[in-house]
C-alpha cells in the first residue's frame, strides 16, 4: 500500500485505497443529501423539505444510477438497476431484510456513539428528537412508495405499518377493535437480545411516544395516538408494546 503521507492525488493511490475513497464518497454524498433536507426544513419549514425531497431524490436517483451504469456496466431503466428488477423474489426479500438490519444495527451504533461518551440520557435525548424526524420522513416515503394518497385512514396506516424499516425485523400485528386499529409489536429483535443477555427491557416508551405518534399523523393528519402499553410499562408475554389508533368521527 502506499505511503499516506507521499498521496497528493487519487493517481498516487493502490486499489485499496481507491476502493476506500469511493466509499468515503458515498459516505459523503449521502450525508450530503441530509443536510440539503435538514436546511431546506429550517428555512422553509417540513412540509415544503419534503416536496423538495421529491424532486431532488426523483432526479438524483435517475441521474446517478444512470451515470453508474454507464461506467460500471449494468443495464438499468427509470433509475432501478436491472439486477434488482430481475433478482429472484426470494433474493429481494433477502436483501430487504439485509438492509433494514443494516439500518437498525446503525441506529444502536448511533446510540452507543452518543452514550460511551455523553451516558445514557443524552443518547435517549437524541434517540427520540431522530424519531421525531425519521418517523414522519418514513410515513411520507412509504406513501410515496404505495401510493396512498393524502389522508387514507387507519386502512392505509395498517398497510403502511408493514413497510416500515421495522417491518422486516420484528414480528409485528394489528387487529380492529370498535373501529379502533390496534397494533402490536409481538417479537422485537432489540428486546429479544437482551432478553438473552438477562438483561430488564429496554425503556423505549419515550422514544415510542414520538415515533408512532408522528408516523401516524404524517400518513393522516386525522389519526390519534394511544400507547396501550410499552417498557419500562409491564406487559404481556405476547407483545413488548401496544399502540391503538383512531379518527375522531
Sequence with gaps: MADKEKIMTAEDMDQQQLAEYIMDMFHRMMVHHTLWFREVEHQLGFEKALEAMDYAWSNTQKISVKRLAEELGFEQEKGIPSVLAEMPKEKQLSLIEAIAKNWLAQDGVWFQAVEFTRGMNDAKRCNDSTWGRFSPFEAWSIKRLLGLGENPGLEGLEKALNFRMYGRLNKQSCRW????????MNKC??????????LDDYPCKSAGLVEYTTFAEAIDSRIKTKCIGCPPDPHPENWFCCWKFTIEE
Design 177 to 184: 377493535e370498535d373501529g379502533a386499529l390496534i397494533f402490536e
Design 189 to 198: 429483535r432489540v428486546q429479544d437480545a437482551r432478553i438473552r443477555k438477562g
